[in-house]
């Protein structure tokens, strides 16, 4: 009988464990800290450069298409990290809004622009951490 409570505890304890609630909440943490690059885009730049990324002309400068992104798109690390109000010209028109510093960490400033150039423009450059590293400490 002794040996069968034993067992039986054994079994609820494993259960419990497999079941724990907390355990669950963590797995939710986890994914919600990383975010696809999809969501990343969606959470800190669709507001702004829309869901298709072509902007809103005369005011957020288009991610797709972008002769001013494609030109140069180690500079986008700068405008992410840092923020830009400088008057630009993208494919023709003028822009001089503010875009403000967005607080994302490097990495995710890796796969967000990689994202807009490999899914979003379909070219074959990419940016790596070493750059974004780089423009952080020279900056
Ligand atoms: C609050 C609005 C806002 C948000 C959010 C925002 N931007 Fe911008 N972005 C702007 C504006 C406005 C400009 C033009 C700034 C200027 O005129 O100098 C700009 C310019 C740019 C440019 C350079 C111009 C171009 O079109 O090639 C890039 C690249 C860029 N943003 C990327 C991003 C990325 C990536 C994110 C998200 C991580 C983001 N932006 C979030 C408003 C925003």
Redesign the pocket.
């Known amino acids: 009988m002794k040996h069968l409570l034993i067992l039986f505890a054994v079994f609820i304890a494993s259960c419990g464990n497999a079941e724990d609630p907390s355990l669950r909440q963590l797995h939710k943490a986890n994914r919600t800290l990383d975010l696809s690059a999809k969501e990343?885009?969606v959470k800190?730049?669709?507001?702004?450069?829309q869901q298709d990324a072509k902007?809103i002309k005369g005011?957020?400068?288009?991610?797709k298409d972008?002769?001013?992104?494609?030109e140069d798109?180690k500079?986008?690390i700068h405008?992410?990290l840092f923020g830009?109000?400088?008057?630009?010209i993208?494919n023709g028109a003028i822009?001089?809004?503010?875009?403000?510093p967005?607080k994302?960490t490097d990495e995710?400033?890796v796969k967000?622009?990689n994202y807009?150039l490999e899914k979003v423009n379909k070219v074959e450059q990419k940016i790596t951490i070493k750059e974004v590293l780089w423009v952080r400490e020279n900056s």
């Open positions: 990343i885009y800190h730049c669709v507001a702004c450069h902007g005011i957020f400068p288009p991610l972008s002769d001013y992104f494609l798109p500079r986008a405008n992410i830009q109000n400088e008057e630009i993208v822009y001089k809004g503010l875009m403000p967005v994302i995710e400033v967000v622009v807009l």
